[in-house]
């Protein structure tokens, strides 16, 4: 047998805590937190008075339990225990007794209810468990042969790059999950952090040309592997532009003509240095062997080219 606790009540209870349902059985669910007492003093003095009292008999067992209060009451005569919101309350059997109504209770705490801080942390929950799935794909990634590859091109034959790629993107991901669960209720932040999470991500699943200049700043004390690191990050770069914008804005009616073709077609504009114009256009000389940009229009037809240009990004 458990300890037995008392709760007072001056108001009419529902009347499903007198009347049987369609499964016998009669009571309710407290909505809120629910003050109990062990000093049944305290609870008839507080049933007694005008107007129709009750209180609710309730055993505790070895898992339904309420928290003990006394220590940090104002009142600690008053034994107070208190339960969870959501807590079943049946009533199994009823007395009077000292002009009180008392009804014998059988008590059912809601455990699945979530605490302040799991309610708060819900947004976090979902950014880490995404961050951790995301450092599994990672690993994976970094095994492939793929990276190999890439190491051998690079002449790294202590696969430094794969260490400090692997390093760097997991020091990401922890930032990410080290900020407070508050941060993630602002829902800017929420996708400003998903959106990094999965950039990180990809970026080493995809080779981009970020993850690799990231990689030669952190092996500056091995001097041929990071400009081999850079020269290559930057022939990346060139590549993902064009993957990202020919597929969406090459027109096939419309001839390529080297540096008005660029612009006009592909919607590229010059920037202050021109560096990114100047890349594409050497890019296209290069591919083909045409030494003259604005000749690309006459290199193997029209719909060749077209072809060779989509081939060359697959």
């Not at 104002?74 to 199994?92: D, K, M, N, Q, S």
């Not at 990094?196 to 990809?202: E, N």
């Amino acid at each position: 047998m458990g300890m037995e606790m008392l709760r007072s009540h001056k108001s009419l209870l529902p009347s499903r805590f007198f009347t049987k349902d369609q499964f016998g059985v009669r009571g309710g669910v407290e909505f809120v937190f629910m003050s109990t007492t062990t000093n049944r003093a305290v609870a008839f003095q507080y049933a007694k008075g005008k107007g129709a009292g009750t209180i609710l008999e309730i055993q505790t067992g070895m898992i339904d339990r309420g928290a003990e209060l006394g220590w940090l009451s104002l009142y600690p005569h008053e034994a107070e225990l208190c339960f969870p919101p959501l807590t079943g309350l049946e009533v199994v059997g009823t007395r009077v007794e000292d002009g009180v109504l008392v009804l014998a209770m059988r008590l059912n705490l809601n455990l699945s209810t979530s605490t302040i801080d799991e309610v708060v942390g819900k947004r976090k929950k979902v950014v880490v468990g995404m961050c951790d799935n995301i450092s599994v794909e990672i690993n994976k990634s970094i095994k492939s042969k793929k990276w190999d590859t890439l190491c051998s091109q690079l002449n790294d034959t202590d696969s430094k790059v794969k260490v400090v790629i692997h390093k760097h993107a997991e020091a990401q991901l922890s930032n990410i999950k080290a900020r407070v669960a508050e941060d993630f209720n602002t829902d800017k932040v929420l996708l400003d952090e998903m959106k990094k999470a999965l950039s990180v991500g990809s970026g080493v699943r995809l080779q981009r040309a970020a993850v690799l200049d990231q990689a030669a700043d952190d092996v500056q004390d091995v001097h041929d592997l990071a400009e081999a690191s850079r020269s290559l990050a930057k022939k990346w770069r060139e590549d993902e532009v064009l993957e990202q914008e020919v597929p969406l804005k090459f027109k096939m009616n419309v001839p390529p003509c080297g540096e008005l073709w660029l612009r006009t077609v592909l919607g590229f504009q010059p920037g202050a240095d021109g560096e990114l114009e100047v890349a594409l256009v050497e890019y296209y000389t290069d591919k083909w062997n045409v030494r003259n940009p604005t000749a690309l229009s006459t290199h193997g037809g029209h719909e060749q080219l077209t072809g060779q240009i989509l081939a060359a990004i697959d």
